[in-house]
Each structure stands twice: as structure tokens, then as C-alpha cells.
């Protein structure tokens, strides 16, 4: 059993930055592999970004790659998601999401464990 808690997320305007972060509770971060998940409203949840327990292997939607870059620290437990060049169709409640597998995780129904979620809103 994993929890997870977001922070970061906030009120930005278009063309700013946010950097998400994601700390987890126990001892075993370094074999989950942990990612990214957002939700606006009205529609499904879709996947933004994932990693390995490895910090190298990664996989991006098409919509974050080149702006959004996810990294973890395993010695803090935490994941970290930094959005560059926000636009207001990024917004939307972030939710960081655990793999026990330790898997690259594009689809957001295979991941077991998730936080509760941070609101970023981009305005134009």
C-alpha cells in the first residue's frame, strides 16, 4: 500500500510554468512506477506523463511532450511533474498515480494506487 499526496498546483497564466510535485509514503518508492493523470471538467481522465522506478525510462501523452517533463527522486519519495508553456487547455485537476508493477503506464485504469488530485488552472 502506497498514499499519495500532490502540491503544486495553482492559478497560472498562459505561456507560465508549474512544477507539480508528489510525495509518497513507504519504503519501497524506487519499485513503483509512478505517473502523471489529469481530469477536466466534463471529461475522462486522461494520461500526461509516467516513469520507472529506474528515473530513465519515461513515456509522454503527445500533448505534454516537449512542454511537460516528469523526474523522481527516490531518496525524497517523490515524483515531480514541470509543465512549461501552459495553455488554458491544460487545465484541469493533476493526479499522481503508482504502478506496483513498476511499469511505463499510459492508461490511467492501470494504475492501483492515486493521490487526491491538484488543481492547475491556465488562463488565457
Known amino acids: 500500500q502506497v498514499q499519495l499526496v500532490e502540491s503544486g498546483g495553482g492559478l497560472v497564466q498562459a505561456g507560465g510554468s508549474l512544477r507539480l510535485s508528489c510525495v509518497a509514503s513507504?519504503?519501497?518508492?524506487?519499485?513503483?512506477?509512478m505517473g502523471w493523470v489529469r481530469q477536466a471538467p466534463g471529461k475522462e481522465r486522461e494520461f500526461v506523463a509516467a516513469i520507472r522506478g529506474n528515473r530513465v525510462s519515461t513515456n509522454y501523452a503527445d500533448s505534454a511532450k516537449g512542454r511537460f517533463t516528469i523526474s523522481r527522486d527516490n531518496a525524497k519519495n517523490t515524483v515531480y511533474l514541470q509543465m512549461n508553456s501552459l495553455k488554458p487547455e491544460d487545465t484541469a485537476v493533476y493526479y499522481c498515480?503508482?504502478?506496483?508493477?513498476?511499469?511505463?503506464?499510459?492508461?490511467?485504469?492501470?494504475?492501483?494506487?492515486w493521490g487526491q488530485g491538484t488543481q492547475v488552472t491556465v488562463s488565457s
Open positions: 498515480a503508482a504502478d506496483p508493477f513498476n511499469t511505463v503506464v499510459t492508461a490511467p485504469r492501470g494504475y492501483k494506487y
Open positions: 513507504g519504503r519501497t518508492f524506487s519499485g513503483y512506477g
